[in-house]
């Protein structure tokens, strides 16, 4: 999985609460994405980020927002989960824009 | 929208066939590349073929792509139980710094 890690693993969280995801990379690649992936819709990007602090929005942004502080770490944060966002999230880097995508091992997210 | 659209969305083969997968996409493309999710896993990249490039092989994989019909095949020979997963074609479109996926394709490969 090229050096990515995700936390949580599992979360079960209610409407309305707060909810915040982790993605952590050894690899020092520039680019890193969130991307959610349900049943019929295939993989759906949510955000990018080409650099440290330089985020944009990908196809699904709506509900989500997104923090890059440092290299290694990017934050997908729900402000306030709903149900529509029960779902499978995974992060992905890449050195260059159209290289190669390194995916993590994903989160999976129900919102009751 | 889903630049990329794998057809079929099923297959299921014996052991030892071969598999073939389509692709195909709308708009012009930068690269296109083929992944693979086992189940309850993240994706692994397989292959990548970029536009000026008409076939590439990987091992057991080989891809081609016809930009004149905005489509790519990934082929799988000598197929295993263990290729059993989905697989996805993704494109770059030119300009883009977005790689978008298609839904994707289950492989089933009976032992």
């Known amino acids: 999985d090229a050096g990515i890690t995700q936390s949580p693993r599992h979360k079960v969280t209610e409407t309305g609460t707060p909810v915040t995801l982790r993605c952590h990379q050894t690899?020092?690649?520039?680019?890193m994405y969130w991307y959610r992936q349900d049943p019929g819709h295939g993989l759906r990007l949510i955000h990018y980020?080409?650099?440290?602090?330089?985020?944009d929005k990908g196809e699904v942004s709506d509900g989500y927002s997104v923090s890059r502080s440092k290299t290694e770490d990017f934050l997908l944060t729900l402000e306030s989960a709903t149900s529509s966002q029960t779902s499978v999230y995974f992060c992905?880097?890449?050195?260059?824009?159209?290289?190669?995508?390194?995916f993590g091992p994903g989160t999976r997210l129900t919102v009751l | 929208s889903q630049q990329g659209e794998e057809d079929p969305q099923a297959l299921s083969i014996q052991e030892g066939e071969n598999a073939t997968m389509n692709c195909s996409y709308k708009?012009?493309?930068?690269?296109l590349q083929w992944y693979r999710q086992n189940s309850g896993r993240g994706l692994v990249h397989l292959i990548l073929?970029?536009?000026?490039?008409r076939e590439k092989h990987s091992g057991r994989l080989r891809v081609t792509l016809d930009t004149s019909k905005k489509s790519s095949s990934l082929l799988i020979t000598a197929s295993r139980a263990a290729d059993t997963a989905s697989y996805f074609c993704?494109?770059?479109?030119?300009?883009?710094?977005?790689?978008?996926f298609g839904k994707g394709m289950k492989l089933t490969v009976n032992p």
């Open positions: 708009t012009s493309i930068n690269n």
């Open positions: 980020s080409y650099g440290v602090k330089d985020t």
């Open positions: 073929i970029r536009s000026n490039e």
């Open positions: 993704a494109t770059f479109q030119g300009g883009s710094e977005k790689l978008v």
């Open positions: 690899e020092n690649h520039r680019y």
């Open positions: 992905a880097t890449g050195q260059g824009f159209t290289d190669t995508q390194y």
